[in-house]
């Protein structure tokens, strides 16, 4: 067990739906990732949060947004669903510190877009 | 961060050592060396980094050449519960806040009985 808990496992839904991916990080860790995982495209890094605040973007398509609340657990939200967006997606928690900043990870939320 | 170059798959008899090579010849002075692994579409695991000198933990040892550009990573005596997908990743040491996880295809690491 990680220590970051993700919710719900597993969600269906229809093109053209919107739905929100919930990630609470371990106790302590400010930085908090969001990682899809789909058959063709592998492990890709979507965004991060660092205490709040937008860090870093990767392959984040402009039908999904994230936000970190203040008490550091994460959403991302995923709109106007294609059947391209199935896939697993990850949250990871970090300390944030500048040593080490291994990534701790969920177990995952799949996504399956009818 | 570095590009890092991984055999597609490899297999190990149960009780022997796995022995996991990755290439990362154009890493440079601030880039760690980290490996993580995935057992079937569970969350990725921590499993160890290092900078420069080899390193060991209660999962695995971690060789990095005197140059840096390849490493090694040893599971002593691997069981069939080791067999996952095994990523090799670089990446920079100086981001204060932490930075992201840059997966390659990694390595299909197969124990048999």
């Known amino acids: 067990d990680s220590g970051v808990t993700q919710t719900p496992k597993h969600l269906i839904t229809a093109t053209g739906q919107r739905v929100t991916l919930r990630c609470s990080p371990r106790?302590?860790?400010?930085?908090v990732y969001w990682y899809q995982q789909s058959l063709d495209q592998g492990l890709q890094f979507l965004i991060q949060?660092?205490?709040?605040?937008?860090?870093a973007k990767g392959n984040i398509l402009e039908r999904f947004s994230a936000q970190q609340f203040p008490d550091l657990h994460s959403e991302l939200n995923l709109s106007s669903l294609e059947l391209g967006d199935s896939a697993l997606y990850f949250c990871?928690?970090?300390?944030?510190?500048?040593?080490?900043?291994?990534?701790?990870f969920g177990p995952g939320t799949r996504l399956t877009v009818l | 961060d570095a590009k890092t170059t991984q055999p597609t798959s490899m297999d190990c008899a149960e009780g022997r050592a796995a022995n996991l090579p990755c290439n990362h010849s154009t890493i440079s002075g601030n880039e760690y060396v980290y490996w993580y692994r995935q057992i079937h579409s569970q969350g990725p695991q921590y499993i160890i980094h290092g900078l420069k000198n080899n390193e060991t933990n209660e999962m695995a040892s971690l060789i990095i050449t005197e140059d840096r550009k390849s490493s090694t990573l040893i599971l002593p005596h691997a069981t069939l519960r080791d067999t996952a997908v095994y990523y090799c990743i670089v990446r920079d040491g100086r981001e204060t806040s932490g930075s992201r996880l840059t997966f390659g295809e990694g390595t299909q690491l197969t124990v048999n009985p």
């Open positions: 990871a928690s970090s300390a944030g510190t500048y040593i080490g900043n291994e990534q701790f």
């Open positions: 949060y660092y205490n709040g605040e937008e860090r």
């Open positions: 106790s302590g860790d400010l930085s």
